[in-house]
């Protein structure tokens, strides 16, 4: 327990280097949304009558380390990112919270180019608030939660000094990206996002698990001495070895080691809900790019990767209304693009994207 407590406590404390100004904020959100009865519907009560739904109306606390450049922005000062991580990670993905990993902070390295970003926990993660019941924590509640903050960031200033931003570019990682996409799908011409960046994440990445497994316990059975009280619905995953390439030289043995170590919660609904990645976005009308590493083991398995341009195709047609699509694949970079050797290049593209999508 006393490491879990130094560790977020190192988060507060890390310098990133004279350039950059982080504080941990909390922001409360309202969320009102029709989640399906049953969370293992794979998409997430889309595609379902009201007589399969259930209302979730509440309030959740969603925590967040926000981050800005020190001296005058060389970017515009009116782009945020909003940093979404993926299932059983939390905001750490953009930035691991220990000296030996800084070159692995997404947060500092765009941080050190001029820009601000936010990384949150999802409702049910980390600091953020955690429903009594795992199937409150749906993509409906998480995606509106994200939704919610965005449209806050643009109308309510979020720190004295800070005023609210012109534009919020989504960087979404996994399920993050699929979060991302069901704010899309939902808000349409209405959505409070610019634009997606969206790693790691394809609209057919084959049929989630439904169902606590030995790979992916209840988070309860897996840690009881930090879990033990939580409702079995919350899961967690041990081993993220299939989050790194198979090329075991590619990233440092140590982050896989830091990466088990703080690991966090998910739930089955969030587990089983991904088929929402595949249905159509009709009417977002911002920009969109994907980011997929050719070494993810898990998203790039049998060579799905290989034909960029069939890729690209493939999942553009989603984005119809979207002003621009596009698709990049990193050559060496696994699942977890933050986390290993090939972390630089997967943070120019990023970016890239963003400077891009900032004009
Ligand atoms: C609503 O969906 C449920 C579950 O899919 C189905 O059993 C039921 O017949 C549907 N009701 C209507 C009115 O379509
Ligand atoms: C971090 O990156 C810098 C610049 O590339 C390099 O000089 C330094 O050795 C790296 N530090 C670690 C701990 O990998
Ligand atoms: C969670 O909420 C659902 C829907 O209201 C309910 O069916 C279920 O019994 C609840 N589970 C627990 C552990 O309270």
Redesign the pocket.
């Given at each position: 327990m006393l490491l879990f407590a130094l560790v977020i406590l190192f988060h507060f404390c890390i310098a990133f280097g004279a350039s950059c100004n982080c504080s941990p904020v909390f922001i409360p959100v309202h969320v009102d949304v029709f989640v399906p009865k049953d969370p293992t519907d794979v998409f997430a009560g889309l595609k379902?009558?009201s007589?399969?739904l259930r209302r979730v109306d509440d309030i959740y606390n969603i925590y967040g380390v926000f981050c800005q450049p020190e001296s005058m922005p060389t970017r515009d000062p009116g782009v945020l990112q909003l940093l979404v991580h993926g299932i059983t990670y939390t905001n750490q993905y953009w930035s691991p919270s220990v000296e030996e990993f800084q070159n692995y902070s997404y947060t500092a390295f765009s941080c050190d180019r001029g820009l601000s970003s936010l990384a949150i926990d999802w409702v049910g993660v980390g600091l953020s608030t955690r429903p009594a019941n795992s199937s409150d924590v749906q993509y409906p509640t998480v995606a509106s939660a994200l939704s919610q903050l965005a449209h806050h960031l643009k109308t309510v200033s979020l720190l004295p000094g800070v005023p609210p931003f012109r534009a919020i570019i989504g960087i979404g990682h996994s399920s993050g990206s699929g979060l991302l996409t069901f704010t899309a799908i939902v808000d349409g011409t209405r959505s409070p996002f610019a634009a997606f960046i969206l790693t790691s994440a394809l609209s057919d990445s084959g049929a989630a698990p439904t169902a606590p497994s030995p790979l992916i316990p209840s988070a309860r059975d897996d840690t009881p001495l930090r879990w033990g009280a939580l409702d079995p619905g919350y899961i967690t995953a041990p081993s993220r070895s299939i989050f790194y390439p198979a090329d075991s030289a590619a990233f440092s043995p140590r982050m896989q080691l830091f990466d088990a170590f703080t690991r966090d919660v998910g739930t089955v609904a969030m587990l089983a809900q991904t088929g929402v990645v595949s249905l159509v976005a009709q009417n977002y009308a911002g920009r969109v790019a994907k980011v997929l590493g050719a070494a993810d083991q898990f998203i790039c398995a049998d060579d799905r990767c290989e034909d960029v341009a069939a890729l690209s195709a493939a999942e553009g047609v989603l984005w119809p209304a979207a002003k621009s699509f596009e698709l990049v694949v990193l050559q060496n970079s696994g699942h977890d693009l933050n986390l290993d050797f090939f972390a630089p290049a997967a943070f120019r593209t990023l970016v890239g994207f963003v400077n891009k999508f900032s004009r």
């Amino acid at each position: 327990m006393l490491l879990f407590a130094l560790v977020i406590l190192f988060h507060f404390c890390i310098a990133f280097g004279a350039s950059c100004n982080c504080s941990p904020v909390f922001i409360p959100v309202h969320v009102d949304v029709f989640v399906p009865k049953d969370p293992t519907d794979v998409f997430a009560g889309l595609k379902s009558n009201s007589s399969s739904l259930r209302r979730v109306d509440d309030i959740y606390n969603i925590y967040g380390v926000f981050c800005q450049p020190e001296s005058m922005p060389t970017r515009d000062p009116g782009v945020l990112q909003l940093l979404v991580h993926g299932i059983t990670y939390t905001n750490q993905y953009w930035s691991p919270s220990v000296e030996e990993f800084q070159n692995y902070s997404y947060t500092a390295f765009s941080c050190d180019r001029g820009l601000s970003s936010l990384a949150i926990d999802w409702v049910g993660v980390g600091l953020s608030t955690r429903p009594a019941n795992s199937s409150d924590v749906q993509y409906p509640t998480v995606a509106s939660a994200l939704s919610q903050l965005a449209h806050h960031l643009k109308t309510v200033s979020l720190l004295p000094g800070v005023p609210p931003f012109r534009a919020i570019i989504g960087i979404g990682h996994s399920s993050g990206s699929g979060l991302l996409t069901f704010t899309a799908i939902v808000d349409g011409t209405r959505s409070p996002f610019a634009a997606f960046i969206l790693t790691s994440a394809l609209s057919d990445s084959g049929a989630a698990p439904t169902a606590p497994s030995p790979l992916i316990p209840s988070a309860r059975d897996d840690t009881p001495l930090r879990w033990g009280a939580l409702d079995p619905g919350y899961i967690t995953a041990p081993s993220r070895s299939i989050f790194y390439p198979a090329d075991s030289a590619a990233f440092s043995p140590r982050m896989q080691l830091f990466d088990a170590f703080t690991r966090d919660v998910g739930t089955v609904a969030m587990l089983a809900q991904t088929g929402v990645v595949s249905l159509v976005a009709q009417n977002y009308a911002g920009r969109v790019a994907k980011v997929l590493g050719a070494a993810d083991q898990f998203i790039c398995a049998d060579d799905r990767c290989e034909d960029v341009a069939a890729l690209s195709a493939a999942e553009g047609v989603l984005w119809p209304a979207a002003k621009s699509f596009e698709l990049v694949v990193l050559q060496n970079s696994g699942h977890d693009l933050n986390l290993d050797f090939f972390a630089p290049a997967a943070f120019r593209t990023l970016v890239g994207f963003v400077n891009k999508f900032s004009r």
